[in-house]
């Protein structure tokens, strides 16, 4: 199922819109606007001028205030705009309120998510946990959509059909879509579960991180294979899996969904089993762009995110990539204010990082491949810990093998 809206927005111009609150200032909602525009532009759209309004809470009939919507209305109306996206998840009622107001289409962070993890998803199981998560989040919003879904039953683009009248019709046929792409869902985690379990006991490692912050690139490093990477938002959905070999060493790697602020709860929800790989894993390596601004709340971002996956706290290596990207502005000598983190040279990260995580973290470059041969060896030392700790008489195995190594 893929949203009308957006398959009618390809190459459009959209307004964004962003508030700032109590739990986002000013500079924070900059970057959530950068980020917005990033997804625009990953599912086809072109970004256009942004507004922002500064309240306690989102005004709940029109998310933003009466005043900026005239505002808003008037901008789109003197420049030929139909299209509006939003920040935040919008509610029913704040959705159908702003549509009769703008008489525009509206999407809001969530239903562009949604719909550029429809456009990515390449495999059955992909595609049937990005349509559960659609139709999750579309169920409490079909008074605006005016659907006529029965003839929709198979699937498929939904259409603009007669109005109210089909809305129990359209109910009652999206229900019984949920119920059946559960079961479907179902169906294929016992698959996958079972391919799980034929991968024997080989040590698992996984790559986390937020999205867009180079994880296939390593993985296709990693596992000299040929991984889909590209810059943009969610390259990759699918997780896949390779046999890495290191020193003798075999584990299993895994590249992992990359996870973004506000991620729709349907679609944690309906990936829940894709992320299995991250609950099974024993070793998580979690990859961080060093160049983003705001790497930092990333992490946190990541680290929450993995929190809800899997309360069980896994051994992890802080991996900060794009090294050969970063950027600061030194502080002039005379200049006796604070120093911020614009401020902060890649060399003063690494001695606070490294003091902080210990042996935990590495700075690398995969795109210029920087520091990798390290990295290899850091991994391969916490693989052979874990595999000695499972098969403790392959340990002499392990120093037969270091001695040899050595002596060579």
Known sequence: MRDFIISESKNKEAVLVGLITPEQNEEQ??????????????????????????????????????????????????????????????????????????????????????DIFAMRAQTAYAKTQVELA???????????????????????????????????????????????????????????????KNRGKMVRVALVGYTNVGKSTLMNLLSKSEVFAENKLFATLDTTVRKVIIDNLPFLLSDTVGFIRKLPTHLVESFKSTLDEVREADLLLHVVDISHPNFEEQIEVVNSTLMDIDKEEKPTILVFNKIDAFTYKPKDEDDLTPATKENISLEELERTWMNKMHDDCIFISAKQKVNIEELKEKVYGRVKDIHIERYPYNDFLFQRYDQEGTEE
């Open 29 to 114: 909602i900059n970057e959530y606007l950068d980020e917005l525009a990033f997804l625009a532009e990953t599912a086809g759209i072109v970004p256009g001028k942004r507004f922002t309004q500064k309240l306690s809470y989102a005004n709940p009939v029109t998310f933003v205030g009466t005043g900026k919507l005239q505002e808003i209305k008037q901008y789109m109306e003197d420049n030929e705009i139909d299209l509006i996206i939003f920040d935040d998840e919008l509610s029913p009622k704040q959705i159908r309120n702003i549509e009769k107001e703008l008489q525009v289409k509206i999407l809001d962070r969530t239903s562009l998510i949604l």
């Open 134 to 196: 659609q139709y999750q989040y579309l169920l409490p919003r079909l008074t605006r959509m005016w659907t006529h879904l029965d003839r929709q039953r198979g699937g498929g683009v939904m259409m603009r059909g007669v109005g109210e009248t089909q809305l129990e019709t359209d109910r009652r046929i999206i229900t019984d879509k949920i119920a059946k792409l559960k079961e479907d869902l179902k169906t294929i985690d016992k698959q996958m579960a079972s391919q799980r």
